[in-house]
C-alpha cells in the first residue's frame, strides 16, 4: 500500500490544532521549541492559545503551519508509520514536503517561510487584496467570471483544489465583483478566506521575484521521497529545478486537482499530515478510489498507521 504524504497550506490554520496530538507526542513539542528559538518568539503559545488575528497573519500563520506539519510527521515517524513514496503539498504545504523529504533545513525552512510571508504581506497593502473560493462552478466558468469582474483590476483563478471547487485571488473589489457574477453564473456559493494576501496572483509577482534572491542562497539536496509540485503537477528530483519551481510558485495557480491525479498513479493512499482534514475532503472529491486520511488528532493518526503499516 504505497502511501503519499499530503501537507496542508495557509487557511488550515487554528488556534488549539495541535493540542489533541501534542499530549501523546514528545516529538511535537519539541519541534515547536526548535522553531521558536529560531523565530526569537513563543510559536506554541501563539497556536495554542492565539490570538486568532495573529495567527492569521500571513507571517506568523506560515510558519505555523509549516512546524504543525513537520511535527505531525515526527509524530508519524515515532509511533513507526510507513515511509511514503511521494511527498507534496499544497502552496506553503510544499516546503513542509520538502523538509520532511530532507531536501530543505527545518531551521532553513522556518526562517525561510516567515520572510515568505513578510514579503507577501509587503506586496500588497493590507486590506487591499482577498481571496474567496467558488464552489459548484466549473474551472472555465469561474475563470470567466474573473474577466469579467477585473475593470482594470486584478482578480484570477489561482487554486484548482477539486472538481467545482475553485479559490480566486487579487484586489479586493475585484475579487467582490467575481463572487457576485460567479453566483449569478450558478455558483453554490461563494466565500472569503480568511486570508490576510491574494497569494498565487499576478499581484505577488514582485515577492516572487525578491522571495527568488534568497532561495538562491538556500541549500536544496535531492529529496528523499519523490516530489511533486503543484504548480506544474510533476515530480521534481534535482535541487536547481526544485529551486527553479518554489521561486514559479508564489505567483503561481495551485493545480491540486492535476497533482492528485498524478500522485494516485504511484500511491493509492493519501494522507493528510498536518492540521484538519481540508486536504482530505478535496482529495476524496478528486480520486473516489484512493483511500484517504487525515492526521488530525492522536486517534486518527494511530489509527492511520495501523491501516497503512509500520515502516
Given at each position: ?21 501534542a499530549g501523546g ?16 518568539f513563543d510559536l ?39 515511509p511514503p513514496a ?226
Amino acid at each position: 500500500m504505497p502511501i503519499a504524504m499530503l501537507f496542508p497550506g495557509q487557511g488550515s490554520q487554528a488556534v488549539g490544532m495541535m493540542a489533541s496530538l501534542a499530549g501523546g507526542y514528545p516529538a511535537i513539542g519539541a519541534c515547536f521549541s526548535q522553531a521558536s528559538q529560531v523565530l526569537g518568539f513563543d510559536l506554541w503559545r501563539l497556536v495554542g492559545e492565539g490570538p486568532a488575528e495573529q495567527l492569521n497573519v500571513t507571517e506568523f500563520t506560515q510558519p505555523a503551519m509549516l512546524v504543525a506539519g513537520i511535527a505531525t510527521w515526527r509524530a508519524w515517524c515515532e509511533r513507526g508509520g510507513r515511509p511514503p513514496a511521494v511527498v507534496a503539498g499544497h502552496s506553503l504545504g510544499e516546503f513542509t514536503a520538502l523538509v520532511c523529504a530532507e531536501s530543505i533545513g527545518f531551521e532553513d525552512a522556518v526562517r525561510l517561510v516567515r520572510l515568505r510571508g513578510q514579503l507577501m504581506q509587503q506586496a500588497v497593502p493590507e486590506g487591499s487584496g482577498a481571496m474567496a473560493a467558488i464552489l459548484g462552478l466549473e474551472d472555465a466558468a469561474v475563470e470567466e467570471a474573473c474577466a469579467q469582474a477585473s475593470q482594470g483590476e486584478v482578480v484570477q483563478a489561482v487554486n484548482f483544489n477539486s472538481p467545482a471547487q475553485v479559490v480566486i485571488a487579487g484586489h479586493s473589489p475585484a475579487v467582490d465583483r467575481a463572487m457576485e457574477i460567479a453566483k449569478q453564473r450558478g455558483a453554490k456559493r461563494a466565500v472569503r478566506l480568511p486570508v490576510s494576501v491574494p497569494a498565487h496572483s499576478a499581484l505577488l509577482q514582485g515577492a516572487a521575484q525578491q522571495f527568488a534572491q534568497h532561495l538562491a542562497t538556500l541549500e536544496i539536496r535531492e529529496p528523499r521521497y519523490r516530489f511533486f509540485s503543484g504548480v506544474d503537477a510533476a515530480p521534481h528530483g534535482d535541487p536547481a529545478d526544485i529551486r527553479a519551481i518554489l521561486s514559479r510558485q508564489l505567483a503561481s495557480p495551485v493545480r491540486w486537482t492535476d497533482l492528485v491525479r498524478a500522485v494516485v498513479h504511484d500511491a493509492d493512499t493519501l494522507v493528510e499530515c498536518g492540521p484538519g482534514k481540508v486536504l482530505t475532503g478535496l482529495n476524496k472529491r478528486i480520486e473516489r478510489g484512493a483511500t484517504c486520511l487525515a492526521l488530525e488528532n492522536a486517534e486518527t493518526l494511530g489509527n492511520a498507521v495501523e491501516q497503512v503499516g509500520h515502516a
